[in-house]
């Protein structure tokens, strides 16, 4: 039989053999028990008793242990949520233990809000049934945390992506030169317009720009622009992994006096180095398999660079 409950009540032995067999259903429209015996019998379930008694055949499906009726009701009463039925459909599914009926549920009201809460069901729950109106705004308030950590992580990835374009642009300044800014012994380019390799490429040129000519350049206190074109050499230095043929400035002396002094970088910079290693490596997988294929860039030889061609 489709229903084990309902065999089992069948079943059970009768007190007086003479006595006929009845199984009340109470609670639910008599239309409603004609449409959960019909489906027992047929497997068969309208569209049109789903929208006439898709709460009530959930209700009996639940109370009957009739698994297939049960999942047809709880996508047919999902499809007809409203504002205005949406805290009573809420109900129904924590007492009928229907889990995704519930999330969608939670969901509408989530989206909703301030429109439910006007409604007779929502002041009615508050009423008589604190603990779900206490479900629900825990869920509201998972669901804002949730959000704001995935806007703060996206702004951190941006962040790390910008700052490893950044290492690739301050390679391709010091290796072959751009607009304004490159090796005192590379030719300047012809080209006027802005860099179309790396958009944080002019932002690098300039910062450059002022580094090279800045009179408080220090490596404590002075200026604060020259203070994050230090940390950008730093950085540089931490992730190069070129060695004695890199010509960033300064990479090499970075490198020198972290095994010199035995450097134990703190957490936090130790972090920032993985996460722009990370987007590198992020960066480096979007982008087309003809790109990733391409020789390397070929770097050239000789001694570390400390000056600029500015132009």
Same mark, same amino acid.
């Given at each position: 039989?489709?229903?084990?409950?309902?065999?089992?009540?069948?079943?059970?032995?009768?007190?007086?053999?003479?006595?006929?067999?009845? #199984?009340?259903?109470?609670?639910?429209?008599? =239309? &409603?028990?004609?449409?959960?015996?019909?489906?027992?019998?047929?497997?068969?379930?309208?569209?049109?008793?789903?929208?006439?008694?898709? #709460?009530?055949?959930?209700?009996?499906?639940?109370?009957?242990?009739?698994?297939?009726?049960?999942?047809?009701?709880?996508?047919?009463?999902?499809?007809?949520?409203?504002?205005?039925?949406?805290? =009573?459909?809420?109900?129904? &599914?924590?007492?009928?233990?229907?889990?995704?009926?519930?999330?969608?549920?939670?969901?509408? #009201?989530?989206?909703?809000?301030?429109?439910?809460?006007?409604?007779?069901?929502?002041?009615?729950?508050?009423?008589?049934?604190?603990?779900?109106?206490?479900?629900?705004?825990?869920?509201?308030?998972?669901?804002?945390?949730?959000?704001?950590?995935?806007?703060?992580?996206?702004?951190?990835?941006?962040?790390?992506?910008?700052?490893?374009? &950044?290492?690739?642009?301050?390679?391709?300044?010091?290796?072959?030169?751009?607009?304004?800014?490159?090796?005192?012994?590379?030719?300047?380019?012809?080209?006027?317009?802005?860099?179309?390799?790396?958009?944080?490429?002019?932002?690098?040129?300039?910062? #450059?720009?002022?580094?090279?000519?800045?009179?408080?350049?220090?490596?404590?206190?002075?200026?604060?622009?020259?203070?994050?074109?230090?940390?950008?050499?730093?950085?540089?230095?931490?992730?190069?992994?070129?060695?004695?043929?890199?010509?960033?400035?300064?990479?090499?002396?970075?490198?020198?006096?972290?095994?010199?002094?035995?450097?134990?970088?703190?957490?936090?910079?130790?972090?920032?180095?993985?996460?722009?290693?990370?987007?590198?490596?992020?960066?480096?997988?979007?982008?087309?398999?003809?790109?990733?294929?391409?020789?390397?860039?070929?770097?050239?030889?000789?001694?570390?660079?400390?000056?600029?061609?500015?132009?």
């Amino acid at each position: 039989m489709v229903s084990p409950v309902l065999e089992n009540i069948i079943e059970r032995p009768l007190k007086h053999r003479s006595s006929e067999r009845f #199984i009340p259903i109470l609670g639910v429209p008599c =239309d &409603a028990v004609s449409a959960f015996v019909g489906y027992l019998y047929s497997s068969r379930c309208t569209e049109e008793q789903m929208e006439k008694y898709g #709460i009530h055949l959930l209700a009996l499906s639940h109370v009957y242990s009739v698994p297939q009726l049960k999942q047809r009701c709880t996508r047919g009463v999902s499809q007809r949520l409203t504002v205005e039925n949406v805290v =009573d459909v809420l109900q129904l &599914a924590r007492l009928c233990d229907a889990r995704d009926l519930y999330l969608k549920c939670m969901k509408q #009201i989530l989206a909703n809000f301030k429109a439910v809460e006007q409604t007779e069901g929502w002041k009615f729950m508050q009423d008589h049934d604190p603990w779900l109106e206490l479900e629900i705004l825990q869920f509201i308030d998972e669901a804002e945390s949730r959000k704001k950590r995935t806007r703060r992580q996206r702004k951190e990835r941006s962040l790390y992506l910008q700052l490893s374009e &950044a290492m690739e642009c301050l390679e391709h300044i010091c290796t072959e030169g751009c607009t304004t800014v490159g090796p005192y012994d590379v030719e300047p380019t012809k080209k006027t317009g802005p860099c179309n390799k790396y958009t944080t490429c002019q932002g690098v040129q300039l910062l #450059i720009k002022h580094f090279a000519l800045c009179k408080r350049r220090a490596n404590e206190g002075g200026c604060s622009r020259c203070k994050r074109m230090w940390q950008l050499l730093r950085l540089h230095s931490s992730i190069c992994d070129q060695h004695d043929s890199c010509r960033v400035p300064l990479c090499r002396q970075f490198k020198l006096k972290a095994q010199q002094q035995k450097m134990a970088d703190d957490a936090k910079w130790k972090l920032l180095v993985r996460k722009v290693l990370s987007a590198k490596a992020m960066s480096s997988l979007s982008l087309p398999k003809r790109k990733r294929e391409e020789e390397p860039r070929e770097t050239m030889g000789g001694q570390v660079l400390k000056t600029f061609r500015l132009c």
